[in-house]
């Protein structure tokens, strides 16, 4: 199945391959700050249009990109490497057209304590 999102203002659109089948929220500095709900795909399926208009930002580790809007300031997804090495992105679903969050079961990470 293929999902289609934007940011808020929608310079940056994008679409992923998958199904949703649950999805992360997570505690860490900037997640809890965010309110994202994460979903965690390969990183080739997800395409994204207007990725010029994205600004990211990375702290700690530096191991994942955070990347938002630089004119909404919304984040539609993350980019970063799994533990076995391969490329993954972080999908908000929150800005993903159509979607009942009520009914994706949420699994909670506590990232603050990482």
């Not at 309110?35 to 010029?52: A, I, K, Q, T, Y």
Request: aromatic fraction near 8%; charged fraction near 20%; include cysteine.
């Amino acid at each position: 199945m293929t999902h289609k999102g934007s940011c808020h203002c929608g310079k940056v659109t994008f679409e992923v391959d998958g199904e949703i089948g649950t999805a992360v929220s997570c505690n860490c500095s900037i997640c809890q700050r965010k309110g994202s709900l994460l979903w965690f795909v390969p990183r080739d399926s997800l395409r994204v249009e207007g990725e010029d208009a994205l600004s990211s930002y990375t702290f700690n580790k530096h191991v994942i990109q955070h990347r938002f809007c630089a004119t909404c300031g919304m984040h539609p997804y993350g980019e970063g490497t799994d533990p076995k090495g391969n490329a993954v992105a972080a999908v908000n679903i929150r800005c993903l057209e159509g979607i009942d969050l009520e009914s994706v079961p949420v699994q909670h990470y506590d990232g603050r304590s990482r």
